[in-house]
């Protein structure tokens, strides 16, 4: 496995003016010093975490700086100053549940506040059917019932139903995926606590806000109040500058930090990302960066709200929202400095998001399949990514391609969007040329295993490169196989050639 070298702090410590973010300002402003790198197998070098330098008050009581993640805290507890450590009630803006764990959640909720208690904001709760949905077995299909008589009791408001399995298109309210539906229906916003009974919640952070996965017991806490009890988090901050190679996604940036501090670097920490690279990614990149913070042991992931979150925003949603910034005099509990111009693709060998290599380092890796779907790289730019991968080979996939779109409306843009430098042909035209699979009914499909009929799920012990998490033992399915995390643009590129493959071979 390769591995990038740390280098010793410089002397003296950095100046915090030079990589803060004004709080007051309409969107994240910063200007970042280069720093000395030193690359190891060509691996981006990176700094070692430097701590923050404290300095005397010198007169009175001095208010102490915040990051975003203690602001957001702050606001929602409605408190004047927190710090880390301190445990604190907050008032939830928006919670998620699924299929999955809202029966239980539910079944939480009534247990303790009564058969006919109401839910503390029906219009604050979002219910989104996602993952075991296209089945027949029979107790998934009766988890989403049980959602259903709920919102119908409950008479809530956003309740993404599903009834005809047979086409997905003959439910308009049926979306996919929570964690990009979520995105996509406005209900992510700058400033706001977003709580969800999925690990992946994080992924609306991108949006500069906190938003964090919970248990079924809080979340049957929360349905009843409105509230939860919350630890203050202490933030790492991630410093990310260069141009971005134009063989690189943001999945790249989270596998190589993952692989830097391990997948449990950032047990119940926040991490915040900025830089000019950061700057530059679109809503769905930050999507993806702030998606995977959980499989670093991260509470949360945050991205300063800036022109592209509220361009992303404008057709949204019309709830109005504060963006917050972290203070030039914050504290960081380390921070840490990627050149990303040095960066190559990357791969997460079996079976750990931190098992980092290169691609390139993979190639006698055999492959059986290829899987480009879920709430990380089941977007509709994950799949315009790939789709240009095939393009410039015009070649066909030497082994089976799954294709699951994260939502509705990314299966719209799979079929209906052209691909830039294609002559007007969609994705699914790119895909179709190539020998892929039909893209499939949206859903979290094999991401997770699921039941036996889940389509593309691993039912047997194969090797599989995969847009998706994780690749746990048993992950997707069978106990044996081995899954590749990797990028659209590797994965797409890995499928052309029947192994692991570094998608350079085909981008330039």
Request: charged share 20%.
């Amino acid at each position: 496995m390769a591995s990038a070298t740390i280098t010793s702090p410089p002397t003296p410590l950095i100046n915090k003016k030079d990589a803060g973010l004004s709080a007051f300002s309409s969107q994240a402003s910063f200007s970042v010093r280069k720093s000395q790198k030193r690359a190891c197998k060509k691996i981006v070098s990176v700094m070692a975490p430097q701590q923050s330098e404290r300095r005397p008050a010198t007169t009175g009581s001095v208010k102490t700086g915040m990051t975003m993640t203690e602001k957001i805290f702050a606001k929602a507890s409605e408190k004047s100053q927190l710090s880390p450590g301190e445990n604190v009630w907050v008032n939830v803006d928006v919670l998620m549940t699924h299929d999955v764990c809202g029966p239980p959640a539910i079944g939480i909720f009534k247990r303790e506040f009564g058969e006919n208690a109401k839910v503390w904001d029906r219009e604050k709760l979002v219910i989104i059917p996602d993952h075991y949905i296209f089945t027949t077995d029979e107790r998934a299909n009766r988890n989403v019932g049980i959602l259903r008589d709920f919102c119908n009791e409950q008479n809530i408001k956003y309740f993404y139903d599903i009834q005809d399995l047979g086409n997905f298109k003959a439910n308009p309210d049926y979306k996919g995926v929570c964690h990009v539906a979520l995105a996509q229906e406005g209900h992510c916003r700058p400033g706001e606590v977003l709580l969800g009974t999925d690990s992946h919640t994080c992924t609306a952070g991108a949006f500069g806000q906190f938003a964090t996965g919970i248990g079924n017991t809080d979340a049957g806490f929360v349905l009843g109040t409105g509230k939860l009890l919350l630890k203050v988090p202490p933030t790492l901050r991630f410093v990310m500058d260069g141009e971005m190679p134009d063989y690189l996604l943001a999945k790249d940036l989270i596998l190589q930090i993952i692989g830097e501090i391990s997948v449990a670097g950032a047990t119940y920490k926040s991490m915040e990302f900025v830089g000019t690279t950061v700057e530059s990614l679109t809503m769905e990149e930050r999507m993806t960066l702030c998606n995977m913070v959980v499989e670093a042991g991260g509470k949360n992931g945050v991205v300063p709200a800036d022109s592209t979150t509220y361009k992303y925003l404008e057709d949204k949603t019309s709830v109005p929202y504060e963006p917050v910034y972290s203070d030039e005099q914050a504290r960081f509990l380390s921070e840490y400095r990627f050149d990303i111009s040095k960066l190559e693709p990357l791969v997460a060998k079996p079976h750990s998001p931190d098992n980092r290599a290169l691609a390139r380092e993979c190639k006698d890796v055999k492959i059986d399949r290829v899987y480009i779907g879920s709430c990380t790289g089941g977007k509709t730019e994950d799949f315009m990514a790939a789709a240009k991968v095939f393009l410039a080979s015009g070649k066909k996939v030497k082994v089976p391609t799954f294709l699951v779109p994260a939502t509705q409306k990314v299966w719209m843009d799979v079929y209906a969007l052209p691909v830039p430098g294609s002559g007007g042909k969609t994705c699914a035209q790119i895909f179709e040329e190539a020998g892929c699979d039909t893209p499939a009914s949206p859903s979290c499909g094999a991401c997770l295993g699921g039941p036996k009929d889940t389509y593309a799920r691993m039912n047997e012990p194969q090797v599989c490169v995969s847009t998706t998490n994780r690749n746990f033992p048993g992950r997707m399915g069978h106990k044996e196989g081995q899954i590749y995390l990797a990028s659209p643009y590797t994965a797409a590129a890995s499928a052309l050639t029947g192994y692991v493959t570094d998608p350079r071979e085909f981008l330039q």
